[in-house]
């Protein structure tokens, strides 16, 4: 058995080998090695097979991230001014026009005739409060008349815009003396235009302020909740008009006419 093992890789040294050479066993050994190695790298290489075409080899480092992309703000929309209602009343955004502040239409069904044949009305509660007050002066005898009281908006447009055209008054003037439709105190259904039934010819004038009734109006108005709406020099400008009074004895009314002046 022993002749059956390769001389080159006994265990026993040959000692005739010159000190100087390689032996040639050991040559053979490193190029069968080698050539193991080679027919290794071949065959795992056809296990393989070919790369897919177009594929990039596989990156074992994490890829960078993309960068996003900058948002970009969008402008934020502004919001469009409440429009004037369909009816023609003005928008609780509204300001004032040629010296009048906005009002608020009153219902139908709020107001309460303050003459007999129900052709001037007012609020219940300032319509309660101008006949306590009517009766009172009579009972020392002055007569208040009223001459006129709710207004629409539609009967305000004909007193500003009819009758400006037929005066052949700018609108700025008109507004001295009347207010344009949706900014009458009438439309609120607390103010009314008060007379001398005595002196007729003062009606709607500023004579008006010489009568026993104004007289009296100033001395005991207040006592029944009722305001000069625009005395002398009055803040928005509109003329002095003695027999224009308003109604200010409940939270509404207050809130009506002082809110609207932006009084709080």
Do not use: C
């Not at 934020?76 to 003005?90: D, F, K, L, Q």
């Amino acid at each position: 058995m022993a002749e059956d093992i390769p001389e080159a890789v006994r265990d026993t040294p040959n000692p005739e080998t010159p000190s100087g050479s390689k032996p040639m066993g050991l040559i053979l050994g490193l190029l069968a090695t080698g050539a193991i190695a080679l027919l290794a790298g071949v065959w795992f290489a056809l296990q393989a097979g070919p790369p897919t075409v177009g594929e990039a080899p596989e990156n074992t480092q994490s890829p960078s991230p993309t960068p996003e992309a900058p948002q970009t703000e969008q402008p934020t929309a502004e919001a469009s001014p409440t429009p004037t209602a369909a009816n023609g009343e003005p928008s609780e955004t509204d300001e004032g026009l040629l010296g009048h502040l906005p009002y608020e239409q009153a219902s139908p069904e709020d107001l309460q005739a303050i003459v007999s044949d129900g052709s001037i009305k007012l609020r219940q509660t300032a319509a309660e409060a101008f006949l306590d007050m009517q009766a009172a002066a009579r009972a020392e005898g002055i007569y208040l008349v009223p001459i006129s009281g709710f207004r629409t908006v539609e009967d305000q447009q004909y007193l500003f815009f009819e009758i400006k055209a037929q005066r052949g008054q700018v609108a700025s003037e008109r507004a001295e003396v009347s207010a344009p439709p949706g900014y009458s105190e009438h439309h609120t259904g607390y103010a009314v235009d008060i007379g001398d039934a005595n002196v007729p010819a003062t009606h709607v004038n500023e004579n008006f302020e010489n009568t026993a009734a104004f007289q009296w109006l100033e001395a005991n108005a207040a006592y029944f909740s009722f305001e000069l709406s625009f005395p002398k020099d009055n803040p928005q400008g509109v003329a002095y008009e003695p027999w224009h009074w308003r109604f200010v004895g409940d939270r509404h009314s207050l809130e009506t006419f002082y809110k609207a002046r932006g009084q709080e």
